[in-house]
């Protein structure tokens, strides 16, 4: 990869190239699920003390994805790796139920960030090959995702392991990105309104949440700079506390 | 004017005359570029007679001395096996880039973790964490050869100037608006240059910490920069395909030198000013005459980008590397690819020569760094044992120590 390689991947995208940021708490499977989307061996994974970046093609996008350490000391460098990010991808370890509450603060935190501000954000609830994994729609509710008005979000449930999932949470990622390019270059006035997702469960994939995707890409403006757009006028922040009377 | 005394620089070879005019002490260099152990000593010096005024034939026999003096000097060279001194887990996040004081007794480190430490390159031990950046410390430089000062640029798009000493921080200039990827103090250390992703340079007052001049004219993010020897002109490389040379007291660009059919990855002048290597995406490298901004070779062979590119100290060789994983000597006269180096087992990121100009070290994400003998092109050495790619490495002045530091959040010392 190189330094100057990297500042190649940092700069504003053309728009048939898509930045996307891997986040989640340590040991949550970001590193296995990157390497499953690069068709690598993910035998072998140790902690990332860092990040790890890799491009793959999908439905005519080239996805930087960029897999940052999930370790509590740092965390709060995240921040460095926030600039020009199209997609925020957050993964977490559903058969970790005691951390669902910090996994959730994080997440808040995230959705609260400026610099991500009506980014879309698919959420991975990954490791369903574990027979103690929560699905995906007890997730959404604990994290109260119903809540978040002001940009695309997705609950996939997967397993990085087999790659179940993957693929459908991929291309969920590839529809919002058509149809945040295809606003941005100013064509995109039918869709409107909130864009609260409805969420997927195991095996049955959910309908695309908006009516408005396109499949194709255009690209005009190459290196023009990603807008955020927000698709809620009234952006209503989400309550992120586990709050286990949704589980009644 | 008065001969006060003499200097000796070993690398490239030179003497420094420094003499009275005027009441005012002032220097002046004989650079040696073509010294050679075989260079005849009594005809040098005779030539130096011929077009330096300040040389009496009472000086002669000195001068003489000094000639042979950098002679021996460059017979040493060579021989050196560099051993693993010590790892040093330097920082918490990946490092970027790594670089030395002339002395070489001290080495400063950027990071992911936001941080520039200082350390001490006999020990291997922290002096100072230069802390103040809000985002990734990039390029990183001491202001050799002075070696009080050291300047960060950051992906706050600020850049900071620290007393090397204490760890103070002098000034943090502000007024970029995207990320500072490149910057160099100038030879007199007055100024300090910034090249950022929001396309412009920018020129910055060392003692004022005022912003002397933006330069202005790329259309793409500037990757690379350089001053030439004597600080009168600056170099910059952009993604936009073009390089520049910019009048460092107006701030006015003098050339644009257009040809390049890729990003540009480096750009660097030799010694005595009169030409610009620039490295591209393109694959190919070429060299521009400084003056006229023309291009005088286009230096092709690599099948995949060049990643990095430099001149040997004299300004004789020029080295190539790239994404091939091959790295390639050229001739900075004849244009010819001299050898070919093969070996590394991924893209090659960054390369240098070593300060004599007879070696070659290179740093791969195959996670090893190699060096190489610059005639022959064979592998001396294989420097092993980084976890991760390796992002940057360098030698000291003398030559015999070498940095490198890594995507593991360590650097390695190697004698």
Redo the contacts between chains.
């Keep these: ?5 990297i ?2 991947k ?2 504003s995208t053309p728009d048939q190239e898509v930045r996307i940021l891997l986040l989640g708490l340590d040991n949550g499977g970001k590193t296995t699920l990157l390497k499953q989307l690069a068709s690598e061996d993910i035998s072998h994974i140790t902690p990332t ?3 790890n970046i890799k491009s793959v093609q999908s439905q005519g996008f080239k996805l930087n994805v960029w897999d940052i ?1 999930g370790q509590r ?2 965390r709060p ?1 995240w ?2 790796y926030f ?1 020009n990010t199209d997609v925020l991808i957050y993964v977490i370890d559903s058969a970790d139920r005691k951390r669902f509450e910090e996994t959730g603060q994080e997440l808040a935190e995230l959705l609260d960030e400026e610099k991500l501000s009506g980014v879309p954000v698919l959420i991975f609830a990954n490791k369903q090959d574990l027979l103690t994994a929560a699905p995906a729609s007890e997730i959404a509710e604990g994290l109260n995702l119903h809540t978040i008005r002001d940009r695309m979000w997705q609950i996939q449930s997967c397993s990085a392991l087999t790659g179940e999932g993957v693929q459908e949470g991929m291309n969920w990622v590839c529809k919002s990105v058509n149809s945040k390019k295809k606003k941005r270059r100013g064509g995109g006035g039918g869709g409107g309104g909130a864009a609260g997702a409805a969420h997927a469960r195991k095996s049955t994939p959910s309908a695309p949440p908006q009516s408005t995707y396109v499949t194709t890409s255009v690209p005009a403006n190459p ?1 023009h700079r990603p807008q955020p757009v927000t698709t809620s006028n009234i952006p209503v922040k989400p309550l992120f506390h586990w709050n286990s009377s949704f589980f009644s | 004017m008065k001969l006060k005394r003499f200097l000796l620089r070993f690398f490239p070879p030179g003497i420094i005359l420094e003499y009275e005019k005027g009441g005012d002490l002032r220097t002046k260099s004989i650079d040696l570029l073509d010294l050679t152990p075989e260079t005849n000593p009594d005809e040098l010096v005779e030539e130096i007679r011929r077009s330096e005024a300040l040389i009496t034939e009472s000086r002669a026999d000195q001068v003489k001395e000094l000639i042979l003096r950098l002679q021996q000097k460059q017979s040493q060279q060579g021989h050196h096996r560099f051993c693993f001194f010590k790892e040093l887990k330097a920082h ?3 490092l ?2 790594v670089a030395f004081d002339k002395s070489g007794s001290r080495f400063i480190t950027g990071s ?3 941080t520039c430490r200082v350390w001490d390159t006999a020990s291997g031990t922290e002096l100072h964490t230069l802390q103040g950046h809000r ?2 410390v ?1 390029a990183i430089a001491f202001n050799n050869p002075y070696g009080d000062k050291i300047a960060t640029g950051s ?1 706050d798009k600020t850049c900071k100037l620290w007393c090397s000493e204490t760890g103070k921080c002098f000034h943090t200039f502000r007024g970029h608006m995207a ?1 500072i ?1 490149c910057l160099a103090f100038n030879p007199q250390s007055t100024l300090v240059a910034t090249g950022s ?1 929001d396309a412009t340079a920018k020129l910055w007052d060392v003692e004022t910490g005022e912003e002397v001049a933006t330069l202005t004219g790329h259309t ?2 500037v ?1 690379s920069l350089c001053f030439d020897t004597v600080g009168n002109q600056l170099v910059t490389g952009s ?1 936009d395909h073009t390089v520049a040379i910019w009048d460092v007291s107006s701030g006015r660009r003098v050339h644009t030198l257009t040809g390049h059919s890729g ?1 540009i ?1 480096n750009v660097q002048f030799n010694w005595d000013c009169s030409l610009i290597v620039t490295g591209s995406m393109d694959k190919t490298c070429k060299l521009w005459e400084a003056g006229s901004g023309k291009c005088v070779a286009t230096l092709v062979g690599h099948k995949e980008e060049v ?2 590119v430099c001149f040997d100290l004299r300004g004789h060789l020029i080295a190539t590397a790239s ?1 091939d994983g091959t790295a390639r000597v050229f001739s900075a006269t004849t244009h010819q690819c001299l050898v070919t180096l093969e070996g590394h087992d991924g ?1 090659i ?2 390369i240098w020569f070593s300060p004599q100009g007879s070696r070659v070290l290179t740093a791969s ?1 195959d996670k090893t760094a190699r060096l190489w003998d610059a005639q022959s092109g064979v592998c001396l050495q294989v420097l092993e044992g980084h976890t ?2 390796i ?2 490495c360098v030698f000291n002045y003398e030559g015999d120590t070498i940095i490198t530091g890594s ?3 360590t650097c390695r010392i190697w004698y």
Excluded: C, H
Aim: glycine content about 6%.
């Design positions: 990869m190189g330094l100057l390689s500042l190649r940092l700069k003390q860092g990040f350490g000391k740092i460098y921040r460095n600039e290196r | 918490i996040l990946p970027t880039n992911y973790d936001r985002n990734v990039y992906f990320e990827v992703m793409a993010e990757l993604f990003e990855s990643l990095d994404a893209e990121s960054k994400s991760d790619e992002f940057s995507k593991d959040n």
